[in-house]
Every structure is written in C-alpha cells, then in structure tokens.
C-alpha cells in the first residue's frame, strides 16, 4: 500500500531556532500535499496545501513566514517551522494526494505518522 | 465554511458492542465524505468513504451511509473488538477546486474493553 514517511518523528528545540520536518511518499509520486497540525485532545487543522514546482497556498490565520513549504519533487516536501516558538509546540502531520494510476487509486489522500515538536 | 461534527467521545464499550459514532456536517455542494482512523502512535488512516447520496462505504466490519437529507455519515460495527480501540475522524473533502483539502471533525477516541 502507499506509505508516507514524516521525518523525525519527535523533535525538541530551543526557543528563536528553526525546524525542519520532511515528508515522503515513498512508493508513489504526489503533486500535492497538505501540511496539518494537531492540538492535543483536538481536530486536524489544515495549515497549508503544497503543490510539487508552485508556491504553497496557506490557509486563512497561517503566517507563510513563519512556515515555510517546499516541494521540491514529486515525492518530497518540506515544513520548516523558522524561529519556533513554545506556543508552535504542536503535532505536524503531512499527507500527500496520489497521482491516479500511481498507487492504485484516484486521488486518495495518505498520512504520514506525525512530527512531535516540542519548544522549549 | 465546511464543517463537521462528531458525537463527544470518549467512548467506551465493551467487546462485541455496537458501535455508533454520530457525524454531521455543513458544506456547499456536494462532498466526499470519509472516515479515517488514528491507532495509538500511527498516522491516520482512510477507514472507509462515499463519494455521493445514499452510497454505504464500509471496511473491516464497518459501515457508513451518506445521507444527504439528514447531512450525517454516522459510522457503525455490529460487534467492536479490543483492536478497534483507536480515534475516529469524519471528514469531508468538496469538489471543484478545493477537492482534496479535508475538513475534520474533532475526533472520538473509542476504548474497547475485553
């Protein structure tokens, strides 16, 4: 079946530095993918939608400054969270839109496992 | 906007209960509705879904029917398992150009005990 990695799993750092967090279709190729977030005890949050080649398009209330999307191939996408701060500590969860044809089916969304991020 | 809403959980049961999970939701036009599923530690993941009214999605003993009428896509088990412990989100996707940004709700954490 399609898999999405989320690379790393859990992260910490310190307060005013950057993060990356990477996110793979490892066995089929995505044009788009949609970065989330996740509060505890609480729903998903759509926080952007990453096309492969375009510039991300940001949901209402998201700062395109502070989270930084790149999608640089048709399997890879990028979240960097820049100068983090405590209240950024969150659960960051991707998923990536299939091509149909490429994974068996047409337009099925995959999540990848999350990205714990803690600042401290 | 679109929106969704599901019955506050937690809920618990015991095994080989029925399930019901109440979803309702708002949106313009005509959406995808879906079910997914989030086991402890793992990333969510597509449970079932119906594309259009009065279709009936189902997938390892669930099932969900998309009632346009009543705007609900309620998910049921006839007899839950100890594995089926999870959290469980309705979603729903709109057509057009916004088709694959999923609107969720908030989620009910099921516990099942033997």
Known sequence: GAVVSQ?????????????????????????????????????????????????ATYEQGVEKDKFLINHASLTLSTLTVTSAHPEDSSFYICSARSIPGTSGGSYEQYFGPGTRLTVT | GDSVTQMEGPVTLSEEAFL???????????????????????????????TKA???????????????????????????????SAVYFCALTAGGTSYGKLTFGQGTIL???P
């Open chain 1, 7 to 55: 690379h790393p799993s859990r992260v910490i750092c310190k307060s005013g530095t950057s993060v990356k967090i990477e996110c793979r279709s490892l066995d089929f190729q995505a044009t788009t993918m949609f970065w989330y977030r996740q509060f505890p005890k609480q729903s998903l949050m759509l926080m952007a939608t990453s096309n492969e080649g375009s510039k």
């Open chain 2, 20 to 50: 019901t999970i109440n979803c309702t939701y708002t949106a313009t036009g005509y959406p995808s509705l879906f079910w997914y599923v989030q086991y402890p530690g793992e990333g969510l993941q597509l449970l079932l879904k119906a």
């Open chain 2, 54 to 84: 009065d279709d009936k999605g189902s997938n390892k003993g669930f099932e969900a029917t998309y009632r346009k009428e009543t705007t609900s896509f309620h998910l049921e088990k006839g007899s839950v398992q100890v594995s089926d």
């Open chain 2, 111 to 113: 516990t099942v005990h």
